[in-house]
């Protein structure tokens, strides 16, 4: 039984006291009633069958073996009288008297004797309807004690013919009185000569007739120990009743003996030759409990005989017990309900106050004590309880102590924190101010170096043109003065001009307008690329390190530098500008190769937390420690002398990394090689 | 007159191998729900009791099988075993008579069928066995008792619900019990049938090994007495019969008539004195010792008294009673529970079976009781 989760303690003390009981109760009056299965504990009621059943057939089995001995008596009071000496003389005189064995005078008294000794039979244990004498020879009835039966033959009938015929030395059998109906148990038995000659053949027949219904009442009788429904039935082989029945049948009609078949299942089986128990419906269909029984009378003849009673007379008293079992059930039921209420409110009153505390405990409200009425475990239960809230009432006044000094110290941090975070906004602002104002600046720099560079070319375009200009003036000059006569002092000192003077100062304007011409393109390219519009787009690196490479093939190749590119990682960015920055880088590492050694250049990428680190190695002449982050500035050259450049090649580099978020940084050993490795977002912002 | 050497079982365990490889043999019959193929009988000749009897050579020797273990057939084949007036009728006719015991029915028929065996006394359902196959005349009836369950702590057929019980597979004793489960409403299915010769079943009941068992007189009435708590709770009229080889009966129908008188002195003899009667209960008791190594299932008292109440208080008897062969009797349902357990075949008809048996001869013979010397008693207890 599921008790409710909602249902109060003593609710469930209640249902599971109640239930267990009534359950054990109620099985314990199954049980008492049905018995256990698999063990010979019937219970009262199959014991109740059972007695009534072994009852029964103790009763058939008495009532059986008084019918055998009843009929024994039958057979054995003819075989004795039968072979008695004084019958056989007599009726051996009888059947020579007249002659011819016949009787010329049916009547009894003409043989006083023979009346007298039949008298003196029939006046045994035994009441017989009728005793005759028959004529074995001509199956005439020589004497009877009916004396109208005097005369008559019989040789015609079963019994004579096989006791005098077959020689079957005593027949039983049913006869039915076809004037009167009456049925009646005829016994014929042999009646052999006076003297003692063995296998000699009968004179005469004696034959008996009893009345079944007389003679077997008694044994028929019920009693009072079958109660008032009790019966004992008799049918014969065909299931005709023999007697009368205490009943009328199904149909309402009284049945009569040898006319009236039965066909209940007690009888039809006894019939049939089976003896058993069995609970069925009676002829009357009534249900009983019967036993029923075969009883051979001869080796052809045999009745079957039931012993019954009706189930429900048997049963009434097993019935009212159960009853009686309930009525005293349910009572006890109900004083159990009673006792369990009481218990259940004694046993649950301390738990309750218990949890009315613990719940006013639990509310906050930590005055709350539990009773401590009792001395057994819900006492101690509750003086532990109340020393349990009165120790964390204790913790909790401490703790409230101390949360106070806690946030007292929290409010004071806190306003600490709050100043600490504005001074650090304005730092912040600050600092946004200065970059931006350094933004400002830098683009006012790019602004300036733009306008710089583009305005100054102008001019300095101009220089160079007249510098040409005055070139060629001056081979016009070489001209003409070869042309005229000048004394050799004159030639001289006009060569020596021309030469000395204005060749050279020529030639230093050409070179000093050609190297600003370089330095004015470099800053343009450097202020254009700060300037230029990113177009960004995922980039395959490894095509567009193979464009690069191709353009540097010639001198690769002129200059035997072995160039190793491993896959590259893809990246995102200003494919031209990206392009720049690997264009440089591979310039360089080509540009400072060391012409003693066959060159090398490897050239790989890896990817690291949403970065792309690509690396361009050399080993070439190698970077001095104390010029390695110089080489980042601009017009910064670490051989003016031996390599050509305007230094604007890492700076612009530099600039196209921070443009993408990535940044450059070289790691170098001065005659062994450098590494410039370039650092690029894998996604960009 | 010559009687077998009645061997003995020389150890148990021979005797328990035989009881073993009677219950495999048997043992499909008894599982069989239905109609089945006949089970092939044991090689009997080989059987350490059987292989020893000595059936003669010729003509002129008439072997006599009889059951000691069952009554009062048992007891009447004892009678006729120490019947001087037989001995004398067949020696003047040239015929040395052999009786042999057999422990049942299904075996002296094994040696009927080989024509070692002229006549026998045995249960019904043996009897019907070979009056199927018209191979006997049946003469007389032995015993018109009943084959009985016994329960042991029970008191109806209900309580057999789940129980061991003994049977004999295809004897009368396994039709009382399938009668007894059938007029209640219950199957075998609802028990568990534990396939055993009669001999076996007080003992395994004694010993625990099953709950009861069906058998025939007077095992039933020995087990009540013999183990505490036991009941009958189902009984069933069950009948034996004398019977002839029909090839010995036509060959030899004097011998036959001698023989048949035999058996109805025999009754006679047993029932004039009540001692005749323990006489012979004692020659059965005996027979059924040498039969056994020494052991007996039911005392002299119990075998009279069984004889007493299933044949000679009965009248008429040994006459075969006409009531025996009516339509949807006994004998005819038993007939055709054979049929059904396919130990007869099925078109085998109850007319044949009719037709065997003969309940003229004992008629005629009883007509003239001084010719055939019925009330002359001349019993010998050193005959065999």
């Given at each position: 039984m599921k008790i409710p989760v909602s249902m109060g303690l003593r609710g469930k003390m209640m249902a599971f006291f109640c239930g267990t009981f009534v359950v054990m109760q109620l099985l314990a009056i199954l049980i008492l009633f049905a018995g256990i299965p698999g063990t010979s504990f019937r219970g009262e009621y199959r014991q109740e069958q059972v007695n009534v059943f072994n009852a029964l057939g103790s009763v058939a089995d008495l009532k059986k073996a008084e019918m055998e001995q009843w009929i024994s008596v039958l057979q054995n009071d003819a075989r004795q009288f039968a072979k008695s000496d004084l019958l056989r003389k007599s009726v051996a005189g009888i059947l020579h008297s007249g002659g011819s064995g016949r009787p010329t005078v049916p009547v009894p008294n003409r043989y006083p004797s023979l009346k007298e000794m039949v008298g003196l039979y029939g006046s045994g244990n035994v009441t017989y309807r009728s005793i005759r004498i028959v004529d074995g020879k001509t199956g005439e009835i020589v004497f009877s004690t009916r004396p109208s039966?005097?005369?008559?033959?019989?040789?015609?009938?079963?019994?004579?013919?096989?006791?005098?015929?077959?020689?079957?030395?005593?027949?039983?059998?049913?006869?039915?009185?076809?004037?009167?109906?009456?049925?009646?148990?005829?016994?014929?038995?042999?009646?052999?000569?006076p003297t003692e000659t063995p296998n000699a053949d009968p004179i005469a027949m004696l034959q008996t007739e009893v009345d079944p219904e007389e003679m077997a009442a008694f044994i028929l009788h019920a009693g009072e120990g079958l109660g008032r429904s009790g019966e004992v039935v008799l049918v014969n082989q065909d299931q005709f009743v023999l007697t009368s029945l205490k009943k009328p049948l199904k149909d309402g009609s009284i049945a009569r003996p040898l006319k009236t078949r039965i066909t209940a299942a007690p009888a039809k089986y006894a019939a049939a030759g089976a003896e058993g128990i069995i609970s069925a419906v009676d002829y009357a269909g009534i249900p009983v409990l019967a036993a029923y029984r075969h009883i051979r009378v001869s080796s052809d003849l045999a009745w079957g005989m039931v012993v019954?009673?009706?189930?429900?007379?048997?049963?009434?008293?097993?019935?009212?017990?159960?009853?009686?079992?309930?009525?005293?059930?349910?009572?006890?039921?109900?004083?159990?309900?009673?006792?369990?209420?009481?218990?259940?409110?004694?046993?649950?009153?301390?738990?309750?106050?218990?949890n009315r505390a613990a719940a006013a405990v639990e509310a906050g409200d930590l005055s709350a004590r539990a009773p401590e009425e009792t001395r057994d475990e819900l006492g101690a239960l509750g003086r532990t309880f109340n020393n349990m809230v009165h120790r964390i009432q204790e913790w909790h006044e401490d703790l409230n102590r101390e949360v106070e000094v806690r946030t007292a110290e929290l409010t004071f941090a806190n306003e600490e924190l709050q100043k600490e975070i504005a001074e650090r906004r304005k730092a912040e602002e600050a600092r946004e101010r200065a970059s931006a104002d350094l933004e400002e600046k830098n683009?006012?720099?790019?602004?300036?170096?733009?306008?710089?560079?583009?305005?100054?070319?102008?001019?300095?375009?101009?220089?160079?043109?007249?510098?040409?200009?005055?070139?060629?003036?001056?081979?016009?000059?070489?001209?003409v003065i070869d042309r005229i006569s000048l004394t050799a002092v004159e030639r001289k000192a006009i060569d020596a001009i021309l030469r000395d003077d204005i060749d050279p100062a020529l030639a230093f304007i050409s070179s000093g307008t050609e190297k600003m011409d370089r330095l004015l393109a470099g800053l343009l390219r450097l202020s254009r690329t700060g300037r230029a519009k990113l177009e960004v787009a995922p980039i395959d690196m490894d095509v567009l390190l193979g464009n690069i490479l191709g353009t540097f093939e010639f001198q690769t190749k002129e200059r035997g530098v072995t160039v190793l590119r491993e896959p590259l990682p893809p990246c995102y960015g200003d494919e031209v500008l990206i392009s720049q920055v690997f264009s440089n880088l591979v310039d360089n590492a080509l540009k400072y190769l060391d012409p003693t050694r066959p060159g090398i250049v490897r050239i790989k990428g890896t990817e690291a937390?949403?970065?792309?680190?690509?690396?361009?190695?050399?080993?070439?002449?190698?970077?001095?420690?104390?010029?390695?982050?110089?080489?980042?500035?601009?017009?910064?050259?670490?051989?003016?002398?031996?390599?050509?450049?305007?230094?604007?090649?890492?700076?612009?580099?530099?600039?196209?990394?921070?443009?993408?978020?990535?940044?450059?940084?070289?790691?170098?050993?001065?005659?062994?090689?450098?590494?410039?490795?370039?650092?690029?977002?894998?996604?960009?912002? | 007159m010559l009687r077998s050497t009645r061997p003995i079982f020389r150890t148990p365990s021979a005797f328990l191998l035989l009881i073993a490889l009677s219950a495999t043999l048997l043992f499909p019959a008894c599982t069989a729900k239905g109609p089945a193929a006949p089970a092939v009988p044991a090689d009997l000749t080989k059987h350490p009791v059987y292989s020893k009897y000595d059936f003669g050579d010729g003509s002129k020797v008439i072997n006599f099988a009889t059951q000691p273990l069952a009554a009062p057939a048992g007891t009447v084949g004892e009678a006729m075993a120490h019947d001087l007036t037989l001995k004398r009728d067949l020696d003047r006719l040239g015929f040395?008579?052999?009786?042999?015991?057999?422990?049942?029915?299904?075996?002296?028929?094994?040696?009927?069928?080989?024509?070692?065996?002229?006549?026998?006394?045995?249960?019904?359902?043996?009897?019907?066995?070979?009056?199927?196959?018209?191979?006997?005349?049946?003469?007389?009836?032995?015993?018109?008792?009943?084959?009985?369950?016994?329960?042991?702590?029970?008191?109806?057929?209900?309580?057999?619900?789940?129980?061991r019980i003994g049977n004999a597979p295809g004897s009368s004793a396994h039709f009382t019990i399938l009668e007894a489960l059938r007029r209640s409403g219950m199957r075998e299915s609802d028990l568990t049938l534990v396939p055993m010769d009669v001999d076996d079943m007080i003992d395994a009941?004694?010993?625990?090994?099953?709950?009861?068992?069906?058998?025939?007189?007077?095992?039933?009435?020995?087990?009540?007495?013999?183990?505490?708590?036991?009941?009958?709770?189902?009984?069933?009229?069950?009948?034996?019969?004398?019977?002839?080889?029909?090839?010995?009966?036509?060959?030899?129908?004097?011998?036959?008539?001698?023989?048949?008188?035999?058996?109805?002195?025999?009754?006679?003899?047993?029932?004039?004195?009540?001692?005749?009667?323990?006489?012979?209960?004692?020659?059965?008791?005996?027979?059924?010792?040498?039969?056994?190594?020494?052991?007996?299932?039911?005392?002299?008292?119990?075998?009279?008294?069984?004889?007493?109440?299933?044949?000679?208080?009965?009248?008429?008897?040994?006459?075969?009673?006409p009531n025996h062969l009516r339509a949807e009797g006994d004998l005819q349902n038993k007939f055709l529970f054979l049929k059904s357990k396919g130990m007869i075949p099925a078109t085998d008809s109850w007319e044949t079976v009719l037709s065997c048996f003969d309940t003229e001869l004992a008629r005629s013979l009883l007509s003239s009781p001084a010719e055939h010397r019925l009330d002359t008693f001349r019993f010998s207890p050193d005959t065999p």
């Open positions: 039966e005097i005369g008559r033959n019989i040789s015609g009938e079963s019994g004579y013919h096989r006791v005098i015929a077959e020689r079957v030395q005593d027949y039983i059998e049913i006869r039915k009185d076809p004037l009167t109906e009456s049925v009646s148990v005829s016994i014929s038995r042999e009646i052999l000569p019954k009673q009706d189930e429900e007379e048997v049963l009434a008293p097993l019935r009212r017990r159960v009853v009686l079992f309930l009525f005293l059930s349910m009572a006890t039921v109900l004083l159990t309900v009673a006792t369990s209420f009481f218990l259940a409110r004694s046993f649950a009153r301390p738990i309750l106050l218990l683009r006012d720099l790019e602004e300036i170096i733009y306008v710089t560079s583009h305005d100054l070319r102008s001019p300095l375009v101009n220089i160079i043109g007249f510098n040409r200009e005055v070139r060629r003036s001056l081979a016009d000059i070489r001209t937390d949403g970065h792309v680190v690509y690396c361009v190695e050399d080993n070439g002449i190698g970077i001095p420690a104390g010029h390695q982050k110089k080489i980042l500035e601009i017009f910064y050259r670490l051989h003016p002398v031996d390599t050509p450049g305007e230094g604007l090649g890492l700076t612009i580099v530099r600039k196209i990394l921070y443009r993408h978020d990535g940044r450059l940084s070289v790691e170098s050993i001065e005659g062994k090689g450098s590494k410039f490795l370039v650092s690029l977002p894998k996604m960009m912002g | 040395t008579i052999r009786f042999h015991p057999f422990l049942k029915g299904s075996d002296l028929n094994f040696f009927m069928d080989r024509g070692k065996i002229d006549v026998a006394i045995a249960g019904d359902m043996p009897t019907l066995l070979m009056a199927a196959k018209s191979a006997i005349r049946v003469v007389g009836v032995t015993s018109i008792g009943y084959g009985a369950v016994v329960l042991k702590n029970g008191t109806l057929v209900q309580d057999l619900k789940g129980k009941l004694s010993r625990g090994e099953i709950d009861g068992f069906s058998a025939w007189e007077p095992a039933p009435s020995a087990a009540v007495q013999k183990v505490p708590g036991t009941r009958k709770i189902f009984r069933m009229t069950s009948s034996s019969y004398v019977y002839f080889s029909r090839s010995f009966a036509e060959k030899n129908p004097e011998a036959a008539r001698r023989i048949t008188a035999s058996m109805i002195r025999s009754v006679r003899w047993m029932r004039a004195d009540f001692r005749n009667l323990l006489t012979a209960s004692g020659w059965t008791v005996a027979a059924e010792e040498a039969l056994r190594s020494g052991e007996h299932q039911s005392s002299i008292e119990q075998i009279a008294s069984v004889t007493k109440e299933n044949l000679l208080n009965l009248s008429g008897v040994p006459l075969i009673p």
